[in-house]
């Protein structure tokens, strides 16, 4: 994944999403005017987020319009003669969730309140191959005194969900910021610590959130360091120190993704780089153009999005909100969205 390596976890972990299962792939080519709101939108603001990263993206059609756009005075123009909508479906309904980049307090040495370390990953660590869990991790202190720490937060809590978003923002005593991103993982998969409540039988699906779990761990402090080991995975973490603290953290991407503007979703379906209208309902509906510049493990099906809402608390208490019905459309360079068609009449 991107940086925030379970698109946005709180958010979409805690949202307990089982993998989407196979079904029949089906392509709808839409018109603008079927798409609703798509008038009232900031097509600029848009077009300016597709130029992050549209340049990176491989293939030669895509990058063909990528040069275009650079050029363009306006940008809904610019969207509707180069692109037809797409409405991708697998048969599974539409749920939009949100994620965030965390903002932490922490120090560069343990010192005070600042006990709880951030620890880069181990040389011992391979990607794809399991290793101790987080149970055996902090409970055996087998990263203490090795040199691997970037630095020591104040709250575990935080640190357990920085590990689930997979990037964030340490604010140092000196007013300055460190961020980090996701540097590798144990090799254990991913378990909600919030199905886990559910299953004892402490709260309904509806009612967990991220501010729920935190509340009820500080409340049990030893029943919760047991619970959020019930998540055998864990993060590591390296310093992103070439992203400035006012840009938004790295996607899968590798550039700074944009609150508001940038989506995690499933690269099986919708591809990287790609514009893509979302229909979000819920009690904040929201109607407007993003570029999907992110990816997460907890995003599965061609009709699954996680919003990026920022950094923060404020973005942190929106995203955890955010469990809403919906529709997204992906918008394809008109070459591709026909062959999309005669792909699946074939």
Same mark, same amino acid.
């Given at each position: ?12 972990g805690?949202?307990?999403?089982n993998a ?6 089906s392509h709808e ?13 900031d097509?600029d ?8 990263t549209?340049?990176d ?22 969207f509707?003669l ?6 991708i ?5 539409m749920?939009?969730t ?7 307090d ?17 040389p ?24 691997l720490?970037?630095?020591?937060i ?9 590990? =689930?978003? /997979?990037?964030g +923002?340490?604010?140092?005593?000196? #007013?300055?910021y460190?961020?980090? %991103?996701?540097?590798?993982?144990n090799?254990?998969n ?9 299953r ?30 019930h ?12 992203v ?7 996607g ?7 609150e508001?503007?940038s ?11 790609a ?23 907890? =995003?599965? /099906?061609?009709? +699954?999005?996680?919003?990026?809402? #920022?950094?923060?608390?404020y973005? %942190?208490?929106?995203a ?14 008109i070459?591709?969205?026909?062959a999309?068609?005669?792909e699946?009449?074939?």
């Amino acid at each position: 994944m991107k940086a925030l390596v379970l698109a946005g976890a709180v958010l979409s972990g805690l949202a307990f999403m089982n993998a989407t299962p196979v079904n029949a792939v089906s392509h709808e080519v839409l018109e603008y005017t079927d798409l609703k709101g798509w008038k009232n939108d900031d097509h600029d603001a848009a077009l300016s987020v597709f130029l992050e990263t549209c340049r990176d993206m491989k293939d030669p059609e895509w990058r063909s319009l990528c040069k275009v756009a650079a050029d363009q005075t306006n940008a809904r123009t610019f969207f509707e003669l180069f692109f037809k909508p797409v409405l991708i479906t697998d048969g599974e309904p539409m749920l939009f969730t949100g994620y965030f980049e965390p903002e932490l307090d922490g120090s560069r040495s343990r010192s005070g309140p600042y006990r709880y370390p951030l620890y880069k990953k181990p040389p011992e660590v391979q990607n794809g191959s399991q290793w101790l869990s987080r149970a055996e991790i902090e409970n055996s202190g087998a990263l203490s005194g090795r040199g691997l720490e970037i630095a020591w937060i104040d709250d575990p809590v935080d640190v357990f969900f920085l590990q =689930i978003q /997979g990037s964030g +923002r340490v604010k140092l005593p000196n #007013g300055e910021y460190l961020r980090v %991103g996701y540097g590798g993982k144990n090799g254990h998969n991913y378990k909600s610590v919030g199905q886990e409540l559910v299953r004892r039988g402490l709260y309904q699906p509806h009612q967990v959130s991220a501010q729920v779990i935190r509340s009820w761990v500080k409340r049990n402090p030893t029943e919760g360091r047991a619970l959020l080991q019930h998540n055998p995975s864990y993060v590591f973490f390296r310093e992103v120190s070439r992203v400035p603290a006012d840009k938004g953290p790295l996607g899968a991407m590798n550039r700074s993704i944009t609150e508001m503007r940038s989506i995690a979703v499933d690269p099986k379906y919708t591809p990287l780089g790609a514009p893509v209208w979302i229909e979000k309902g819920g009690e904040t509906p929201m109607r407007r153009l993003m570029i999907a510049q992110d990816t997460g493990s907890a =995003i599965k /099906g061609a009709q +699954r999005a996680d919003i990026f809402y #920022g950094t923060g608390d404020y973005a %942190g208490r929106r995203a955890g909100e955010t469990r809403d019905p919906g529709r997204m459309v992906v918008l394809m360079p008109i070459q591709k969205a026909y062959a999309l068609l005669h792909e699946v009449e074939g």
